[in-house]
């Protein structure tokens, strides 16, 4: 750590601006379909990664110890549900440093960025994974008639969860202003 890396806590805080991506985030997840853990189809999958899944997981990216899960396709893309979700052959092992640097991004791009050393394995495993998936895109079906009215109206209070934080945000700098001048 650097003494200059306090300068992002000596500024004021926005509500809306953080956590707006965890709105989308919520809003989103709540969206997607998950599928039910089944230990067998867990292990196939970890064995379609190369890995064994009785040993620790390694990154699919980097190679080092996996701490978490990626999704490959991200459930959130331009602040908006992106249409996949929490299924089985979406999730990768991933450690931190990499599912942060990915995040939303494509993880194609990501790893010819990352540049690791046996690239083109890494993409070939990957493709192949995802080939043998049963990944739904549920965004298409977002505008059937079935649920495109009900969906409207998720997202309008999606948006108004969002207008309350900007609303709060701005409450705050009324409070901060008169707390100001009360102190002086």
């Known amino acids: 750590m650097k003494t200059s890396d306090i300068k992002r806590y000596l500024q ?34 970890i064995k379609l990664l190369g890995q064994d899944s009785k040993k620790d997981l390694k990154c699919v990216y980097c190679d080092g110890p996996a701490s978490t899960w990626d999704h490959i396709n991200a459930i959130v893309r331009n602040a908006e549900f992106s249409g ?31 540049n690791p050393k046996n690239l083109s394995k890494k993409i070939s495993i990957i493709n192949k994974y995802l080939k043998n998936s049963n990944v739904t895109d549920i965004k298409k079906k977002l505008n059937s008639k079935a649920v495109k009215e009900e969906y409207k109206k998720y997202m309008e209070i999606k948006d108004k969860v ?19 001048s009360n102190s002086k």
């Open 12 to 45: 004021t805080y926005s509500i809306s601006k953080k956590r707006s991506s965890t709105i989308n985030n919520a809003f989103a997840s709540a969206l997607s379909v998950a599928d039910n853990f089944v230990i067998e189809e867990v292990n196939n999958a």
């Open 84 to 114: 996949y979700g929490h299924q089985l052959n979406n999730l990768v092992p991933c450690c931190k440093d990499c599912n942060s640097s990915k995040g939303n991004k494509n993880w194609k791009i990501f790893l010819k960025n990352k």
């Open 162 to 180: 969002i207008k309350l934080l900007e609303k709060a945000d701005k409450q705050a700098e009324v409070i901060r202003e008169k707390l100001k």
